[in-house]
């Protein structure tokens, strides 16, 4: 679950990490105030969106005026924005975040996640931040700095200074990355972090590190202990369907391909993939209907499959351990007849009572195609599709 700048921004004052004075608004009415709020006579003012690169975008501009303001905030505010890293949707705009502008001499770029071949939280630290690290990571690799925390002793305070040095650092600001450091570890720990990102982290004039963006994920997994972060969500930021299909108990994200997958099991689902992009195909989704898939869920996974205009044919694989292959059969007659299914299906049914399931489905008269094993099913959808463009 990703949180928004401002909601980041208030974690970081918590934990005592140097963020900008800002307000956040919602309505043009509150602009005033949070021009007032900052004691300066210019600002910066963002939009707040979950997507970086709003800078490159027009989500983020510098106004030396409030007129000036004004017109930014009326052209943002209940608007949609698509940065490079929206891929191609745009998101809405409800809130701003304004805030006083500070003098930047250096931006330095800050991270903390957790690597996944080491298991250990892990600072990406470089000097060279600000609008293009993915390009300083392509093409200087040698500009990017990692410090892997052991759990048992923590981030040590030699390890801090190793990212000074590495990024030139002195005096007070050298002093300060130490302690950015040590909170941003501790944040993450306690409140279940799983990416705490600092571009840029700046250096000012009078040699001060400041967070100037901030974005920060936890981990869906902890949010039952994390309560108050937990009402931080914001679903108009999120994809509609993926929204739709947590709560129903699915697990679905949206892919590029056109044969949607419905699979029972996140390992049988990626099994699946692999398999359809073996004979050629590309899957338009990951769907892991659950262990206790019942028929309204599988019918509800249809209709998310669906609702993807990208889908040329459909593979349902099922393997019934807990789950009853006739049920399923029901659950799909009753899914194909409610959207009015054009669409070719093919449907591989395994397990506890995979003969009654596969009978129902032929008993149907629908157009599905039953398959006997998971590459034959994987090969027929494939086909299918190309038939049906
Ligand atoms: P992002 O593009 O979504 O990552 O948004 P950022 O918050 O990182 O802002 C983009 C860029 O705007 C930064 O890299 C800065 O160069 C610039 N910027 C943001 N705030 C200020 C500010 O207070 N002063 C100046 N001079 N530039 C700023
Ligand atoms: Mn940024």
Redesign the pocket.
């Known amino acids: 679950m990703n949180l928004h700048e401002y909601q980041a921004k208030s974690l970081f004052r918590a934990y005592r990490i140097p963020v900008?004075t800002g307000q956040v608004i919602r309505h043009q009415s509150e602009l005033a105030d949070a021009l007032n709020a900052t004691g300066t006579d210019q600002w910066?003012i963002?939009a707040q969106i979950h997507a970086?690169?709003?800078?490159?975008a027009g989500?983020?501009k510098?106004v030396k005026s409030a007129s000036e303001a004004e017109t930014l905030a009326r052209a943002l505010l209940g608007t949609e924005l698509a940065?490079p890293q929206t891929a191609g949707k745009a998101l809405p705009v409800k809130a701003l975040l304004v805030?006083e502008?500070?003098?930047?001499e250096e931006?330095l770029y800050l991270s903390l996640l957790i690597d996944r071949a080491s298991r250990r939280h892990t600072f990406i630290v470089s000097a060279a931040g600000?609008?293009d690290i993915e390009a300083v990571a392509a093409e200087t690799p040698e500009r990017i700095h990692r410090v892997t925390v052991n759990p048992a002793v923590g981030l040590m305070p030699y390890q801090c200074r190793e990212v000074g040095f590495a990024l030139n650092l002195t005096g007070q600001a050298f002093k300060q990355l130490g302690q950015i450091m040590q909170a941003a570890y501790r944040l993450a720990l306690d409140k279940d972090v799983s990416l705490l990102e600092i571009?840029?982290l700046i250096k000012t004039a009078d040699n001060a590190l400041v967070a100037?963006?901030a974005k920060v994920s936890l981990d869906p997994n902890a949010l039952y202990r994390q309560k108050e972060l937990a009402e931080m969500r914001d679903p108009s930021q999120e994809d509609e369907r993926e929204a739709r299909a947590a709560d129903h108990q699915l697990n679905y994200i949206a892919l590029d391909g056109n044969i949607g997958c419905m699979v029972n099991g996140a390992g049988l689902a990626m099994a699946t993939m692999d398999l359809i992009q073996l004979h050629g195909g590309e899957p338009a989704n990951f769907l892991d209907v659950g262990g206790g898939a019942t028929a309204d869920r599988v019918a509800e996974a249809f209709k998310l499959i669906l609702s993807s205009d990208q889908v040329e044919s459909i593979l349902v694989n099922i393997f019934g351990g807990i789950v009853r292959c006739d049920l399923i059969a029901d659950g799909i007659i009753q899914a194909v007849k409610e959207v009015g299914l054009t669409l070719p299906v093919v449907v591989r049914l395994e397990g506890t009572n995979a003969a009654q399931g596969r009978a129902r489905l032929a008993e149907s008269e629908l157009q599905i195609v039953t398959a006997e094993t998971l590459s034959e099913a994987a090969e027929q959808a494939v086909k299918l599709a190309g038939e049906a463009r």
């Open positions: 900008p910066v963002k970086g690169a709003r800078g490159k989500g983020v510098l940065t805030e502008t500070l003098a930047i931006e600000g609008m571009n840029p100037l963006d």
